[in-house]
C-alpha cells in the first residue's frame, strides 16, 4: 500500500528494537507499520499510542498492518496485537491482518476464535465476618465427622486383619514395610547423630562451667532414649512416609482408582489404608531404637573427642544413666507416632480432591497434620507420665 502520509514512528530505534509508524492513505484507513525485532525483553511501544491516534482521528474505520520489516518476533508481538484487536473491537474498527506474517495471522485467529465468557471473571466478593464464621464451623464440623469415621473404618479393619478376614495382598504389605523400615535408615541416621550432637554440645557449654562435663552422656541418653529419639524419627517419616502415603492415595482418588475399587466390592480401608498403617507401626519402634543409639553415638563424639572423656567411662555413664523406664516411654511414643503419621497421610489422601492440585495440597496437609499431632501427643505423653511420677 503506497503511503501518502507517514504520521510518526514510536519506539526504541536502537539496536533494531521493535518500532511501529502510522501512515493513512485514505480517510477511513490506518496503516500500522511494524519493524525491528519484537521478543520477550525488550523495551516496546505501549499498545495505548495506537487508542490515541484512533482518538486523533475520527474517519478512521480500518486498521490494516504492514510487516515487511519486521526482523524477528515472539509472543511480545501477538500480545501486542491481541491488545489492539481488542482496542479496534471497541471503537467498532475493522481489523485487516493480510500485512502480517503466516503464523502471526494463525496465532491471532486462534486468540480470538473462543471469546471470553461473560462473567468469567468474577470480582472476588468479601462475605461479612459472620458467614465466614459459620463456614468455618461447618467445615470443621464435617471435618470431624469424617475424622472419627475414618478411625471407626479403620478400627474395623484391623479387627478383620486380627481374625484373618481382611483382604489386602500380603506382598503390598512387605514392600512399605521396606519402604518405612530399610529405606529410611540413612536418614535417620544423619538426623539422629547431628541432634545427639547438639545435645552435646548444649549440655557441654553449661556443665563445664562446674567440672561436670561427664554428665553430658546422661544427658544425650536420656533425652534421645526418652523422647527426642522418638519425636525425630516421627518428624522424619512424617516429612517422608506419611506424604508418600498422602500423595499415593491421593493419586488413586484422582484416577478414580479406589472408585473402582468400592465397585468391585473391595475396601479400600482394607486394601490401601491397612498395609500402610501396619507397616509404619511395625517400624517405627525399630527405628526409634536406631535413631537413638545413633543419637547416643553423636554424644559419644562430642564427648570423647573434645571432652577429653574416656571412651569406656562415656559408656558406662551411659549405662547408669538409663533404665528400662527410659525405654519403654521412648517405645510407646514411637507407637503412637507411628498411628498418627499412618492415620494423617491416609486421611488426607482419602480427603483428596480430583485434580492434581488437590494431590500437592494432600501432601502438604498430611505432613502438617502429622508434625502438629506428633508435638501434641508428645505434650501428653509427658504430662501423663510427669503425673504418674515416672
Known amino acids: 500500500m503506497p503511503a501518502n502520509?507517514?504520521?510518526?514512528?514510536?519506539?526504541?530505534?536502537?539496536?533494531?528494537?521493535?518500532e511501529i509508524y502510522f501512515e493513512q492513505s485514505q480517510d477511513d484507513t490506518l496503516l500500522l507499520g511494524l519493524r525491528g525485532s519484537w521478543k520477550i525483553g525488550q523495551k516496546l511501544p505501549p499498545a495505548a499510542e495506537v487508542q490515541q491516534h484512533i482518538?486523533?482521528?475520527?474517519?478512521?474505520?480500518?486498521?490494516?498492518?504492514?510487516?515487511?520489516?519486521?526482523?524477528?518476533?515472539?509472543?511480545?508481538?501477538l500480545t501486542y496485537l491481541i491488545k489492539v484487536v481488542d482496542q479496534s473491537r471497541k471503537n467498532k474498527i475493522d481489523i485487516d491482518d493480510g500485512g502480517l506474517p503466516k503464523g502471526i495471522k494463525s496465532l491471532l485467529h486462534l486468540a480470538s476464535a473462543v471469546p471470553e465468557r461473560k462473567g468469567a471473571r468474577k470480582k472476588a466478593v468479601r462475605r461479612p465476618w459472620l458467614q465466614r464464621v459459620g463456614d468455618y464451623a461447618v467445615n470443621t464440623g464435617r471435618s470431624t465427622v469424617e475424622f472419627i469415621d475414618f478411625i471407626g473404618a479403620t478400627f474395623v479393619a484391623f479387627l478383620k486383619f486380627l481374625v484373618g478376614r481382611a483382604r489386602f495382598q500380603r506382598s503390598d504389605l512387605m514392600v512399605f514395610i521396606q519402604q518405612s523400615g530399610a529405606q529410611a535408615l540413612p536418614i535417620v541416621t544423619l538426623i539422629s547423630v547431628l541432634v545427639g550432637l547438639i545435645f552435646a554440645f548444649i549440655g557441654a557449654v553449661q556443665l563445664m562451667m562446674f567440672g561436670a562435663q561427664i554428665y553430658v552422656a546422661d544427658l544425650v541418653a536420656i533425652a534421645m532414649v526418652r523422647v527426642m529419639g522418638a519425636v525425630m524419627t516421627g518428624v522424619i517419616m512424617a516429612g517422608r512416609t506419611g506424604a508418600a502415603f498422602a500423595a499415593q492415595i491421593g493419586t488413586m482418588q484422582v484416577n478414580e482408582e479406589i472408585d473402582a475399587l468400592q465397585t468391585l466390592g473391595i475396601s479400600a480401608m482394607e486394601f490401601l489404608v491397612l498395609p500402610r498403617m501396619l507397616a509404619l507401626v511395625l517400624m517405627m519402634p525399630l527405628l526409634c531404637i536406631y535413631s537413638d543409639l545413633m543419637g547416643i553415638f553423636g554424644g559419644m563424639i562430642v564427648g570423647v573427642g573434645m571432652l577429653d572423656i574416656e571412651l569406656v567411662q562415656y559408656i558406662n555413664q551411659t549405662k547408669n544413666a538409663l533404665n528400662l523406664t527410659h525405654f519403654w516411654i521412648g517405645i510407646v511414643h514411637s507407637i503412637v507416632f507411628g498411628i498418627l503419621v499412618a492415620l494423617a497421610g491416609c486421611l488426607r489422601g482419602i480427603q483428596c480432591g480430583r485434580s492434581a492440585s488437590a494431590v500437592g495440597d494432600a501432601t502438604t496437609s498430611a505432613v502438617v497434620t502429622s508434625i502438629v499431632a506428633i508435638v501434641v501427643a508428645t505434650a501428653i505423653i509427658t504430662i501423663v507420665c510427669n503425673t504418674l511420677g515416672i
Do not use: K
Not at 514510536?10 to 533494531?16: E, K, L, V
Open 5 to 18: 502520509n507517514q504520521l510518526h514512528i514510536t519506539g526504541d530505534q536502537s539496536a533494531g528494537l521493535g
Open 55 to 77: 482518538d486523533s482521528r475520527p474517519t478512521i474505520r480500518r486498521i490494516a498492518f504492514d510487516a515487511r520489516r519486521l526482523t524477528a518476533w515472539d509472543s511480545a508481538l
